[in-house]
């Protein structure tokens, strides 16, 4: 079975507050693109594996897919493996959602196959248990996360802009980025108390975007910014960093301005990793 898992970008992401879990409270509103993992799905095994020729991604237990086919052979009652090939085209450490997507692809994909004996309930249950993002991907529809990103609200008017996304080739550790944004929040001010998702995001997108761990991130990978202003120097009409980083995208108003700025960014910036893409319904 042949399976895609997108990638995404957090629009809108404001931390509200740390649980006695160690996890963190938040708002965001999140947006597959069109960036996305390939995996194979094997079957007639009687344990699963995951192969991977990326050096950064875990062939083991430890690995997301892994612990998703788990769960699901686990609740499902069946006594079964799966192999699991990932060809990775999503930055590891981007704040993109790599790793959930593949997890979230392998649930579904499995539920599938085995004439889905789990319910939508169930499968949006198993996908918090292995991480925040899971469960957005689930659905894949753009969406306002709230909780420590699984509770979810579909978000159905928002404007599809194409989109270049920058990887500055340094992956990062979201508990380091959450570290050093707890270090920050004495400093941090900038509350918004206004309902942003009531205010016009099919016209004013760029003019909304906003992530409280963009500051705590640069601290430790100044390219962020730097990718950033570049962004915005080439045409960019709003830019941002997407989750805990360190990846970075900018919204264009056409896609031939998109694929100007890439083409542009490209030369000047060899070591960056970029993509042009768009966000997707």
Known sequence: MNLRAPGKINLFLRVTGKRPDGYHDLISLMCCIGIHDALLLSFGHNRTRITCAHPDVPEDETNLAHRAADLFFKAAGIDAGVHISIEKQIPVGAGLGGGSSDAAAVLKGLNIHYGRPLSADQLHFMAGSLGADVPFFIRGKPAV??????????????????????????????????????????????????????????GDAPRLLRNDLEDAACDICPDIRRAKKALLRHGASGALMSGSGSSVFGLFATEAAAREAFGSLSVSNPTWQLFVTRMLA
């Not at 996360?145 to 920058?166: M, N, R, Y």
């Not at 206004?194 to 205010?199: L, Y």
């Open 145 to 202: 996360a709230t909780g420590i990103g699984d509770i979810l609200q579909p978000f159905e008017t928002l404007k599809l802009f194409p989109v270049v996304v920058i990887y500055p080739s340094v992956a990062l550790s979201t508990s380091r980025v959450y570290k050093n944004w707890n270090l920050r929040l004495t400093k941090n001010k900038n509350k918004n108390k206004n309902n942003v998702f009531e205010m016009d995001w099919n």
